[in-house]
């Protein structure tokens, strides 16, 4: 297997100046690499290690997030001002995540579209969850409600971890000999069916055949058991202090362990690509031979 993570010296979050070292990496991203920064860290506040512990969590949530255009904060207990300087903080760590990506990715200027800021406290370790949310097996993300029609997941994450202990990823082979395993099996959409999901809300937009294809991957990767031990695989261990930039649509991944991350997610639609034909959605319509936003 070629190796997914590529390591960078930068040691700055900021558009320029010292550390400041990486630049124009849109192709090592868009072919499916693993962007990492093992000297990229987080700084928390004194004040703010105190929220480096999961009684933050309100325990619904798996993630504290923020949600809307006030930016709420949701998923969190605490006094008013805990959970106000919980919010400066996840807030500060999203306009970090921000200047970085215009200055990895200056080729996305304009396009990239601000997602969701969250701060994961909880350990991965012994969730117990159904197979398919079960992200301790190989995925790339696809989610049955959120239909992408085509548009990028950019994903920014940092080890916040004051015990030591890393982030464990798994990362699997390149997306196309993924999708070519899995691809032949899959049915069509039903005609009609992307309609019908919408007009009963369970999709929030209409499901393209892309979404079909890409969320059909999804669980049938899940669900092979077999696939998930003998696939051609890689553990990865991200240590505290260590960014890592990812497009969680196409690098197989599986979260296997760790505890308190930050993950800022961004939205890049396909014309936003410098090298669109590297994308899941060229490989799957070069493998499929038709169009599939349609
Ligand atoms: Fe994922």
Known sequence: MKNIVHNYDDSSWAPTGKGALTHDVEPVLETGGVLCFPKLPFVLSDAEKRFLDTSVSDGKAKNISLRGVNDELRGAQGSAEDQAALRAMILRFRSQAESFAERLFPHYKGQLQRGNTSYRPMAVEG????????????????????????????????????????????????????????????????????ALLHALHVTKARRTAYDHYMLQLHDRGKADMDWQRSAPQAEVNFAPGTTWVVFSDQVLHAAMGGQFMMEQTFYLPPAGLKQPASAPLAVLERMLGTPLLA
């Open 127 to 194: 969730r117990v969850t159904s197979w398919r949310k079960d992200d301790t097996r190989l995925h790339v993300d696809a989610f049955p409600s959120n239909p992408t029609r085509g548009t990028r997941l950019l994903r920014v994450f940092t080890n916040l971890n004051p015990r030591g202990e890393p982030r464990r990823w798994r990362v699997g082979e390149p997306f196309e000999a993924f999708a070519k395993r899995f691809v032949p099996k899959i049915p069509k959409p039903l005609p009609g069916s992307a």
